[in-house]
T-cell receptor, first 115, second 112 residues
């Protein structure tokens, strides 16, 4: 398996623009997690899905952030409008909970810079 | 709620020397503990995990960790480090709803 795939790897955008981050989880995994990593706040869980259904979005910072999972092989995290404080590395991770795995497999991340 | 404290933010160490990274957790439920490693500009990779059973857990790349319930600790060790072990290391605890709570991370810098 290719592992968790994220795109783009790097994104530079101007304040006020819409940003869409994409994630393809490992095939067969039933849980998908979105994290944000910054120097100030470390690794924060934003939202997670089980079988494409959002379970807990309490970590989403504000209404400018939204996430969807239209099917088992694709998820997006959207920021609209973006602000400089959204600059961070965003990770997607997936897990095979139904299969008895306790591990989360992380993608390489998307480094977002908002100017 | 679960939380994790990594007691050292930076650990410089010489090549072939031992290293220990300290992690303390708080949890009111069953404990599942993990150590992840993040190499520069990469995602997180699992080093090892404690789910149950033996309190000494062996992982990849020669790392091991010991679960100590009375001290609520899960310290990571390696007897002899390599330059390639330079990375950031994260301790994490998993809750019953499958969420991971991460510590702030420990940066290990291995010098020749």
């Amino acid at each position: 398996d290719a592992g968790v795939i994220q795109s783009p790897r790097h994104e530079v955008t101007e304040m006020g623009q819409e940003v869409t981050l994409r994630c393809k989880p490992i095939s067969g995994h039933d849980y998908l997690f979105w994290y944000r990593q910054t120097m100030m706040r470390g690794l924060e869980l934003l939202i997670y899905f089980n079988n494409n259904v959002p379970i807990d979005d309490s970590g989403m910072p504000e209404d400018r952030f939204s996430a969807k999972m239209p099917n088992a092989s694709f998820s997006t995290l959207k920021i609209q409008p973006s602000e400089p404080r959204d600059s961070a590395v965003y990770f997607c991770a997936s897990s095979d909970i139904a299969g008895g795995s306790y591990e989360q497999y992380f993608g390489p991340g998307t480094r977002l810079t908002v100017t | 709620a679960q939380s994790v404290t990594q007691l050292d933010s930076q650990v410089p160490v010489f090549e072939e020397a031992p290293v220990e990274l300290r992690c303390n957790y708080s949890s009111s439920v069953s404990v599942y503990l993990f150590w992840y490693v993040q190499y520069p500009n990469q995602g997180l990779q699992l080093l090892l995990k404690y789910l149950s059973g033996s309190t000494l857990v062996k992982g990849i790349n020669g790392f091991e960790a010991e679960f100590n319930k009375s001290q609520t600790s899960f310290h990571l060790r390696k007897p002899s480090v390599h330059i390639s072990d330079t990375a950031e290391y994260f301790c994490a605890v998993r809750s019953n709803d499958y969420k991971l709570s991460f510590g702030a991370g420990t940066t290990v810098t291995v010098r020749a």
